[in-house]
T-cell receptor, first 116, second 113 residues
Framework: AQKVTQAQTEISVVEKEDVTLDCVYE???????LFWYKQPPSGELVFLIR??????QNEISGRYSWNFQKSTSSFNFTITASQVVDSAVYFC?????????????FGDGTTLTVKP | DGGITQSPKYLFRKEGQNVTLSCEQN?????MYWYRQDPGQGLRLIYY???????QKGDIAEGYSVSREKKESFPLTVTSAQKNPTAFYLC????????????FGQGTRLTVV
């Protein structure tokens, strides 16, 4: 069965610090997709990034970057120069052979608090 | 604007009453989902539907029911059989492919007193 572990329940940083959110996954499938979502206080989850199992290239989007390593089954998310607006709950999710679109396995989330 | 609308945002009900949560999408997505979120926990799938007039149980379907009579609507009924219904409920939709992300509504916070 698939599983997603976000070991960090809560992280608190001061503005402008860099912060990395960890995500470790388990699946027996060779083809799968990983996602990161952001849930601000308003409650709506917002899609951030998707990565398929055959693409291990790291990705950078502005202050956000993602490091995918199949060897360690990890898909970590780094925010550079954090800002107060980055405060939210962040979820990592996995979609494998049994999954599609929103039918993903979600981690328990990491609550990030960025203090001014 | 395209998106998912959940209503109401807050809902209070007495124990033993059934309650229906609304979810409407205008994204023309085939698949729709209902998730439950409890404090400190991730999202748990209640029901999902890949096509009109068809739906499947998720991981925690007991005490819930759904219908999918129209592509754009996927209401969730929390029945009196649900032992602990107080939670935050999220509706989502997607195009259905395995590599596609989900689009979420703003959620309904249900409190049963």
């Amino acid at each position: 069965a698939q599983k997603v572990t976000q070991a960090q329940t809560e992280i608190s940083v001061v503005e402008k610090e860099d912060v990395t959110l960890d995500c470790v996954y388990e699946t027996r499938d060779t083809t799968y997709y990983l996602f990161w979502y952001k849930q601000p206080p308003s409650g709506e989850l917002v899609f951030l990034i998707r990565r398929n199992s055959f693409d291990e290239q790291n990705e950078i989007s502005g202050r956000y970057s993602w490091n995918f390593q199949k060897s360690t089954s990890s898909f970590n998310f780094t925010i550079t120069a954090s800002q107060v607006v980055d405060s939210a709950v962040y979820f990592c999710a996995l979609s494998d052979l049994d999954g599609f679109g929103g039918k993903s396995t979600f981690g328990d989330g990491t609550t990030l608090t960025v203090k001014p | 604007d395209g998106g998912i609308t959940q209503s109401p945002k807050y809902l209070f009900r007495k124990e033993g009453q059934n309650v229906t949560l609304s979810c409407e999408q205008n994204l023309n997505h085939d698949a729709m989902y209902w998730y439950r979120q409890d404090p400190g926990q991730g999202l748990r799938l209640i029901y999902y539907s890949q096509i009109v007039n068809d739906f499947q149980k998720g991981d925690i379907a007991e005490g819930y029911s759904v219908s999918r009579e129209k592509k754009e609507s996927f209401p969730l009924t929390v029945t009196s059989a649900q032992k602990n219904p107080t939670a935050f409920y999220l509706c989502a939709s997607s195009t259905g492919g395995r590599n596609t992300e989900a689009f979420f509504g703003q959620g309904t916070r249900l409190t049963v007193v």
